[in-house]
């Protein structure tokens, strides 16, 4: 069965130093990643997805089929970067999103 | 564009009594609508997939009777949870997948949530 594991509930770093939200996944299939993120008292909303190759607000995430992971990294964190952050697979023929239990980024000034 | 609209935000009911939660796609037309619940400080659990005119696919675990799911037209999907009790309470939330105009693959848009709290 499909799983998506985010190992830590919390993360703290100070502004300006290096971020890596670790995201790892089980799946038999092809997998295509997400990262979603909720900012206070705000709708999840897509930050970047892999098969997009894209870097959203300074974020890059890169698929490591070997080690079947999917981490989210950022140089130089920022205040604004604080929010709640979700991996997610999607499975079930290709429409349907399984997420990680979320990792809560705090940057601290 | 892509905004996905909830109503109502929070509703606060009896015990035994059944509520409606309004999903919309404002500003396109989903293919597929998706109900998820979240508890407290827990992951989105995927309740269901609903598609425009047929039944929607409950998840595993996921009573079909207790939430009721009408997606009436390509903008607008219902959840009816029935005969609500205290373990009902949770927030609800709805995505809607599209493919917008100059993207290459369909992608899920959430709404703000349903907060439900059953007395």
């Known amino acids: 069965a499909q799983r998506v594991t985010q190992p830590e509930k919390l993360l703290s770093v100070f502004k300006g130093a290096p971020v890596e939200l670790k995201c790892n996944y089980s799946y038999s299939g092809s997998p295509e990643l997400f990262w979603y993120v909720q900012y206070s008292r705000q709708r999840l909303q897509l930050l970047l997805r892999?098969?997009s190759r894209e870097s959203i607000k300074g974020f890059t995430a890169d698929l490591n089929k070997g080690e079947t992971s999917f981490h989210l990294k950022k140089p130089f964190a920022q205040e604004e970067d604080s929010a709640m952050y979700y991996c997610a697979l999607l499975t079930g023929g290709g429409n349907k999103l399984t997420f990680g239990t979320g990792t809560q980024l705090k940057v601290e000034l | 564009g892509a905004v996905v609209s909830q109503h109502p935000s929070w509703v606060i009911c009896k015990s035994g009594t059944s509520v409606k939660i309004e999903c919309r796609s404002l500003d396109f037309q989903a293919t597929t609508m998706f109900w998820y619940r979240q508890f407290p400080k827990q992951s989105l659990m995927l309740m269901a997939t609903?598609?425009?005119?047929?039944?929607?696919?409950?998840e595993q675990g996921v009573e079909k009777d207790k939430f009721l799911i009408n997606h009436a037209s390509l903008t607008l999907s219902t959840l009816t949870v029935t005969s609500a009790h205290p373990e009902d309470s949770s927030f609800y939330i709805c995505?809607?997948?599209?493919?917008?105009?100059?993207?290459?693959?369909?992608?899920?848009?959430f709404g703000p949530g349903t907060r439900l709290l059953v007395l």
């Open positions: 995505s809607a997948s599209s493919q917008l105009a100059g993207e290459g693959w369909e992608t899920q848009y």
């Open positions: 892999h098969i």
């Open positions: 609903s598609n425009e005119g047929s039944k929607a696919t409950y």
